[in-house]
């Protein structure tokens, strides 16, 4: 029940009645906690207690000792080491190259009228609802060694041996930073539509250039939106299971992958967990300097929409 | 209605823009344009134009039993979580929107959490629990992991569709005699069907097409598709795969075009 509602009701002042009204607000805020509770205790279940559980089993050794060894092999092992600078590696790039296809993209959309505006936003959303599994093969058909890719640029001549496209960090980049895209297009989109134009306009009758109104006005006023993008993408690069597992094929290990051979090769919970805690907090970190810089409205709903 | 005044630059001068961002949307559409012809091609090599057209790869699809199972499995775990996601997030939704308890601000930052934890820990989290439990490789497990990825793809279009939905309507009800459930159920619910409706698709979708959890909590009699495709592509490119994903691409378009379709043919 809305609060003003409330008020109203409760002037009459009348001693029994406020009571009975206090206690009746009260029932009413327990039935309405209790429709989110299910929800709730889903959620903590399914990955508070996994989590929590694994973090704790992360502080033992292989020996069942207390301490910090499973964290101290991550900055000791090169080979950790290594697996955290492609992660870092790949990351940057994919979201460089989707800042610079989705910018473009975001704003001619945000300039078209509305309607056609909305008929191309199908092919963005389209791909982002399609699974990761399925546009991962499609990137594994076109790019194979006899694929259409290696076709069209030994057929041209450009290239005389058919290029390792599938499984280098090269095939890993082009897939992920399609897969990604659609994150970066759809909150960008967003907040570019909400920038007012008489902005823009009153720029140019006081004598910018068009190029300058852009750069002085709209870009500074897109910054938000594209960094909600940024963030999303990269974040979700840190963690990035299917597409490096497929499109490395074996030559590119980044930090999930890591954390899955961990488990089931090794069977070392203790390693992974560790690995797992480290990109809980990068992830978060990420997050909350965000939300910091940018102010936390609704970082997910955007990227979701 | 006047639409958005245009600003005075003229088309030709955006032509670059315009050639940037059609190919931008053909990098996005790309694959499935491509995978779609090559899954009704002849040969066993997947090549683009394919040289002669058959439905031999669907054949393959649908001939093989361990394929039809994994269909099934997934079919399933998607209906399941779609019932058990919808009623769960539209609840909670209704809650944060209508409660004024202390919590509502920690409660809408954990229904977040799904979406924000790397999935891979969500995955490697349920494996390690479910193995405790008992319910690795079985649908109950799936279900369950699903449905905490899917009730805040239906919490946020509901709570969106709430806000924009007047809440003294479901007041005047009330006080007319109704009870508070009878109210929602024939006040409340008709107006906000459609959100909760793409939220029920989101569900469907995010379980059907799931790939890195379901890696690890399902396998065998269980395995889904997604599960069995990421396990046949880590050994060879099969063109049945691009029978499977043509399907899995319709079945995405379907399911997002709908709401729009029926969208606007209430809007009329």
């Not at chain 1, 929590?52 to 000791?76: H, I, K, M, T």
């Not at chain 1, 959303?125 to 594994?140: D, E, G, N």
């Not at chain 2, 469907?204 to 065998?220: K, N, W, Y």
Request: charged share 10%.
């Amino acid at each position: 029940m809305r609060a003003t509602q409330l008020d109203t009701a409760a002037t009459l002042r009348d001693g029994l009645n406020e009571r009975a009204l206090v206690t009746d607000r009260r029932r009413e805020q327990m039935l309405l906690f209790g429709l989110c509770t299910p929800a709730v205790l889903l959620i903590l279940i399914i990955i508070f207690v996994p989590i929590g559980w694994l973090s704790w089993l992360s502080l033992f050794d292989d020996a069942g000792r207390l301490g910090w060894d499973n964290y101290a092999r991550l900055v000791e092992q090169p080979s950790y080491i290594k697996t955290f600078k492609t992660t870092f590696q790949v990351s940057l790039v994919v979201t460089i190259v989707d800042v610079l296809l989705g910018y473009p993209l975001a704003y001619m959309l945000s300039q078209m009228p509305r309607r056609a505006a909305g008929i191309c936003m199908i092919f963005v959303i389209l791909p982002f609802w399609t699974s990761v599994l399925v546009r991962t093969y499609a990137w594994l058909v076109i790019l194979q060694r006899t694929g259409l890719v290696n076709e069209w640029l030994t057929g041209l001549g450009l290239v005389a041996e058919p290029v390792q496209l599938v499984h280098s960090f090269l095939g890993v980049v082009i897939g992920m930073s399609h897969v990604l895209l659609p994150f970066l297009v759809l909150p960008l989109y967003a907040s570019m539509r909400a920038i007012d134009r008489d902005l823009l306009r009153a720029a140019m009758n006081l004598g910018a250039s068009p190029t300058a109104a852009f750069w002085r006005v709209f870009f500074p006023l897109s910054l938000p939106g594209l960094a909600a993008g940024v963030v999303l993408i990269f974040v979700l690069c840190l963690g990035f299971f299917v597409t490096p597992t497929l499109m490395g094929g074996g030559r590119v290990i980044m930090w999930a992958m890591r954390m899955e051979s961990t488990v089931s090769l090794y069977a070392n919970w203790g390693a992974a967990s560790a690995l797992g805690v480290v990109l809980l907090v990068v992830t978060m970190g990420c997050l909350w300097i965000f939300s910091r810089l940018f102010g936390a409205e609704n970082l997910v709903a955007k990227g979701l929409r | 209605m006047i639409g958005e005044p245009e600003l005075p630059i003229p088309h030709s001068r955006r032509l670059w823009l315009y050639g940037i961002g059609a190919l931008v949307l053909a990098f996005l559409m790309a694959p499935s344009l491509i995978i779609v012809p090559m899954s009704f091609s002849d040969s066993a090599f997947l090549q683009f134009p394919p040289p002669a057209w058959s439905l031999r790869w669907y054949h393959a699809y649908f001939g093989s039993v361990e394929w039809r199972d994994a269909t099934m499995v997934s079919l399933k775990a998607a209906l399941l979580t779609t019932l058990l996601a919808t009623p769960l997030g539209t609840a909670a939704a209704y809650s944060l929107h209508a409660g004024q308890f202390r919590f509502v601000g920690a409660i809408q930052a954990l229904l977040a959490i799904p979406l924000i934890v790397p999935v891979i820990l969500i995955g490697i989290g349920a494996f390690f629990l479910y193995a405790r439990l008992g319910i690795n490789n079985t649908i109950t497990g799936l279900v369950l992991a699903h449905t905490v990825l899917a009730v805040p793809l239906v919490a946020i279009p509901v709570l969106s569709g709430l806000k924009t939905y007047d809440m003294n309507q479901e007041l005047v009800a009330r006080s007319l005699g109704a009870s508070r459930l009878r109210a929602f159920l024939a006040i409340t619910l008709p107006q906000i069907r459609f959100s909760i409706v793409s939220g029920a698709l989101f569900a469907f979708i995010t379980s059907f097409d799931e790939a890195v959890v379901s890696f690890f909590i399902s396998g065998g009699e269980t395995a889904t598709l997604t599960r069995r495709m990421f396990s046949a592509l880590r050994d060879q490119i099969d063109p049945t795969i691009a029978a499977i994903s043509t399907c899995l691409i319709i079945l995405s378009a379907v399911l997002i075009t709908l709401p729009q379709v029926l969208g606007r043919r209430r809007a009329r």
